[in-house]
């Protein structure tokens, strides 16, 4: 595990009571450069078992050779609750082992049953004292199993897993889980936060929230049969918020995220593009219209710069369109901030961050871009970050002892946050890192003054003192992933999601399944 992991988590044993300020000097922009390895190493097979692929049925537990396991470890699991796992895929018909960031995960209820295996309801499972094997049917109706050989500990095992389709072997490897509940120590909620206030959102799971005039405006997207759509409350009293109007356009649902100007509310949209409402009356939100690329409609991720709004297409080769919104109902496409790198798209948080007359563009697979968005001679980059293994997805910037820093993290198995100095965009070098489980995934962050706020899926909202960006330091914690939820699942884009500090005492989060949490910032830095 690196150094800045363990450091991250000896943390944790003070956060519960709540950690004393520190005494260091302020930072006087010196480092030392930290060596970039990317969000995971492939460190060999997860786990001993095997694979047997003759005479047995192909995803039965005789399919599994658990000879060399430990399997009366597993009378020692904990028998309930949301496991995240990591794969790493074995080779095949020629193909290399490889480790997949994108991992895995299943759900058991209080009796042991399993709920869900790999995001969808599970078919098949036996887990008493020596045996843990539990399947689904995949979406091109093969099976995905899971068979337990090793626990770790209560709440951490290793196995090997197989996909099969028609009865015939696809993929195998091995894996290891582990269940997301809260660290050793830790309470609900810490650093002097409070939890003033909780609102349920009726469409699919909230990835998104934007405070304008009072007023929260929550944005879903679809996942399994709920449609997505915008939420607003009226959280004139953060205590009680009201729901006052609730809009999901038929055909057109799946959205991402959102930005705002001059009355209008930009939605990102995975089918649509740019999704455009009017939004000067907030109980009642009208359609103005939908705005796209022609060659990739789909929109991830959204930003506003003054006049201009910057939409991250989902296809990486479309890279980022750049809108004039001068007038603001009638965004007009100007050119495109192109990548030329193609991942596959997944949830985001907001998009490109405009600080000091530069602008901050997280294009995945190609890395944090520098961007002068507004040189005469159009769009020039200045200068990217890129590392192996991982995708940029989200990011926040300010000044600290002198330095431009940015903070940015990608989204995945693996992910954590990186402070980056980007005072000399050719030259950008990474200073300091944070992160947790690596089941688990950061999504959102927000920059006020040091305190820097980060969602972070299963692990809730982590805010960060970050006045020394060489030393990320935790401040306070509010867990807002409960596995008792309703709805709630087994991917890794469950529990918080998207936030923002508007500075009126208060922080705004949503969760996929409690939606709209208000809590009071931590006191004064």
């Avoid at 992991?5 to 943390?11: E, G, R, V």
Wanted: hydrophobic share 35%; charged share 20%; with cysteine.
């Amino acid at each position: 595990m690196r150094p800045a992991l363990l450091a991250s988590m000896a943390l944790l044993a003070c956060l519960a009571t709540g950690c004393a300020s520190s005494d260091e000097p302020p930072w006087d922009g010196r480092y030392t450069p930290l060596e970039e390895l990317g969000d995971w190493s492939d460190h060999g097979p997860l786990s001993v078992c095997g694979v047997v692929e003759n005479g047995a049925a192909c995803g039965s537990l005789e399919s599994f050779d658990l000879s060399g396991c430990r399997r009366h470890t597993l009378e020692q699991m904990e028998r309930m609750g949301v496991y995240r796992s990591l794969l790493r895929i074995d080779a095949r018909n020629g193909a290399p082992a490889r480790f997949v960031p994108v991992g895995g995960g299943f759900k058991l209820n209080a009796a042991g049953t399993p709920e869900q295996v790999q995001g969808a309801n599970a078919v098949a499972g036996v887990w008493d004292t020596r045996t843990l094997f539990i399947a689904s049917q995949t979406p091109d109706g093969g099976l995905f199993t899971f068979a337990g050989c090793n626990a770790v500990n209560p709440r951490v095992v290793t196995g090997c897993f197989t996909r099969c389709r028609d009865g015939v072997l696809v993929e195998s490897g091995t894996f290891r889980a582990e269940r997301v509940t809260r660290f050793q120590g830790e309470h609900e909620i810490s650093g002097g936060m409070r939890l003033v206030s909780e609102r349920a959102v009726g469409l699919g799971p909230a990835v998104d929230v934007q405070l304008i005039d009072r007023h929260a405006y929550v944005i879903s997207q679809d996942r399994r049969g709920r449609p997505g759509g915008l939420t607003v409350f009226d959280v004139s009293d953060p205590a009680v918020p009201l729901r006052v109007a609730e809009l999901s356009t038929p055909g057109d649902t799946d959205w991402r995220g959102a930005t705002f100007k001059g009355g209008m509310l930009y939605v990102a949209s995975a089918s649509s593009g740019v999704v455009v409402l009017d939004v000067s009356v907030p109980s009642a939100p009208v359609l103005v219209r939908r705005v796209s690329a022609r060659t990739s409609p789909g929109v991830s991720m959204v930003s506003v710069d003054r006049d201009r709004l910057y939409a991250v297409s989902t296809d990486a080769a479309v890279g980022t369109l750049m809108f004039d919104i001068s007038e603001p109902a009638e965004p007009r496409l100007l050119e495109r901030i192109v990548s030329g790198m193609r991942m596959p798209d997944q949830p985001s948080s907001r998009g490109p961050v405009s600080y000091e007359g530069r602008l901050y563009v997280n294009h995945r697979g190609a890395g944090l871009q520098v961007v002068d968005a507004r040189a005469s001679s159009g769009v020039r980059v200045l200068g990217q970050y890129t590392y192996p293994y991982a995708n940029s997805r989200a990011s926040a910037v300010g000044t600290f002892g002198g330095r431009t820093v940015a903070f940015e993290s990608s989204l995945g198995m693996g992910a954590r946050l990186r402070a980056l100095d980007v005072s000399e965009p050719r030259h950008i070098v990474k200073i300091g890192e944070y992160g947790l489980r690596a089941v688990v995934s950061p999504r959102a962050m927000e920059l006020r003054g040091s305190r820097l706020y980060v969602t972070y899926h299963q692990e809730g909202l982590r805010v960060l003192d970050v006045s020394n960006p060489t030393k990320p330091r935790e401040v306070a914690y509010f867990n807002s992933f409960r596995e008792t939820d309703p709805g709630r699942g087994d991917s890794m884009e469950e529990g918080a999601t998207g936030l923002q500090v508007p500075g009126d005492g208060h922080v705004y989060v949503v969760d996929t399944s409690r939606g709209l949490l208000v809590l009071t910032e931590p006191p004064g830095e």
